[in-house]
């Protein structure tokens, strides 16, 4: 483990759980005729309607202290088509952690491997272009082409090119930083973007800001929307927009969100989006990306719907990319002249002398005077271990974890220290106790990392953009469909709900395309499937329907075992026999074939 690492500070930790609570419960959306706003909007006003956004079909107004039955009562008028509550959208991040030496040199984030992205050539001709909706890609750092970079604001939230917090800039330099030598490299280097900054100082917005930004991606000519944000509730007004960009031809994409349960977050939920959840380094599913069920409908109309859970997952933990100017906390560390790797915890400065073991640090230390002191983790906080290394004479401190991997922390709120403190990754204790000296230094950078589905699902954007703009002849839906019939299978056999498909992998859609063309070769992305099961007079159905099957007949199997053969009409009705419930998986293939498969359905009575 011994290379450069730089770190960042824990700035989005707890953003999520804080913002909701801040937001207002009384703002709604009004669904009218363009042509009949103006008489809307006059009778809004007449009671009292704060107007937020005119957008294309709706209002978004809020109506103080009122509640959604008042508000319809208030807005009794034909011209109204629906009024909705407009659902709070927050942003997607969980932590900022360190990585690479991205102020000395370019840095490829380990996601930019894993996608394959490094395999595939983008090609800047082919005019794609990724709308952004976030907080704002700030103009400070320089991985960018900002020539290729346009914008929108959204009311209230200031310029799209000034951040309102780093999530914003973070996420399009996944998307797109520049192939420049410095800093750090994006899944598609240099596409053009399209900037909508949807969000305020606290790090929220409503539906209405995002269903008004799609509008606003359409104007601009965008291919692919990327978000990395959601929320509770549906909103149909939202995901009206959403389904208009998909059917002109589009591709959305949205984080499956960072609680680590099943509930489904919205937009990622509408079956329009493509719900992105996170991955590791190593393969593994990240413990917080959410992963909410495929299961739609209830009794008879019960079935599986693989547009309404992930769909693909990409890297999401600890990922690194551009920040807004010097708003990132770096360290290094040298030890007898190696460089180690570190991670920044409190106090910025330069550092360097002998070193002095203090064990845990539960007390002060005279022998540690005018010596960086090596301290193990336990015991204390980390915050008492580095006072009384200060308290000592102490000039520095270096905090050892004591579990594998490294240690990433802070001194609390009421940190009282000003000496550098940074943290050390277990395997590397027994080479830093047989040290003679130290090097520590903790300054600031313009890269750092952060962790959550966030990050994910820019990488999945930036992969959609680069296969896409080597076969700009298909459509959004096919490119979802590739990158989910090449994408690594990860977790369980076959499609799960953590990883649905599988991990994106950037080299293969595009093989898959380049040699089955935009319509695909009838895999588990392109031949779909769906069951829907139900009860009748006792007995238990199930009613089959599929398309991408490309042979006169077709192969259902149910629990692993081929029940029919049967002709290639995209529908078939099981009967099962006995009494009870149970669970029963089903698959279609193309006849004799066990690779041109359908992803497995699930039916439970």
Known sequence: MKFNKFTTSLLLAGLCATATAQATEDRFIIQVDNNKKGIVKALAQKVGAQLHIDGDGFLAATF??????????????????????????????????????????????????????????????????????????????????????????????????????????HVAGTVGAADNNIGVIGMAPGVDMHIIK????????????????????????????????????????????????????????????????????????????????????????????????????????????????????????????????GLATSSSLSVDGAAFASSAMENSGSVSSSVYFMGTAEATDSSANGKVCLIDRGNISFHDKVANCENSGGVGAIIINNEAGMLYGTLGDTNTTSIPAIGAAFEDRTALLASSSASIVIGTADYGLMSGTSMATPAVSGIAALVWSNHPECTGQEIRAALKAT???????????????????AADADAYLTANGCAGGGNGGDLQLTANGYKSKGSKYVDLNWQGASTSQVDIFRNGSKIVTTSNDNSYTDSISGKGGGSYTYQVCEQNSTSACSATQTVVF
Request: charged letters at 15%; one cysteine or more.
């Open 64 to 169: 103080s202290g009122k509640e959604l039955s008042e508000v319809k009562g208030l807005l009794n008028n034909p011209h109204i088509k629906l009024i909705e509550v407009d659902q709070k959208r927050q942003l997607m991040g969980l932590y900022n952690d360190d990585a690479g030496d991205p102020m000395q040199q370019q840095v490829a984030p380990y996601a930019y491997y894993q996608s394959q992205a490094n395999q595939v050539t983008f090609d800047a001709n082919a005019g794609m272009k990724v709308c952004v909706i976030d907080s704002g890609l700030d103009m400070s750092n320089p991985d960018f082409i900002w020539g290729n970079i346009t914008g929108d604001n959204d009311s209230g939230t200031g310029n799209w090119y000034e951040h309102g917090g780093p999530h914003g800039t």
């Open 198 to 325: 949807v969000f305020n100082a606290e790090g929220w917005g409503y539906s209405s800001d995002l269903a008004h930004a799609a509008n606003l991606c359409s104007q601009a000519g965008a291919n692919i929307i990327s978000m990395s944000l959601g929320g509770g509730g549906a909103n149909s007004t939202e995901e009206n927009a959403f389904e208009s960009f998909n059917n002109a031809g589009g591709l959305v994409v949205a984080a499956a969100g960072n609680d680590g349960n099943n509930v489904r977050s919205y937009p990622a939920g509408y079956p329009s989006v493509m719900m992105v959840g996170a991955n590791d380094a190593d393969n593994n599913i990240a413990d917080f990306s959410q992963f909410p069920s495929c299961q739609s409908g209830k009794g008879k109309n019960a079935g599986q719907d693989e547009t309404i859970c992930v769909e693909v997952t990409a890297g999401g933990v600890d990922t690194l990319s551009t920040y807004p100017a």
């Open 487 to 505: 994408a690594q299978d990860s977790g369980a056999a076959g499609k799960d709900v953590y990883f649905g498909y599988g991990i994106v992998k």
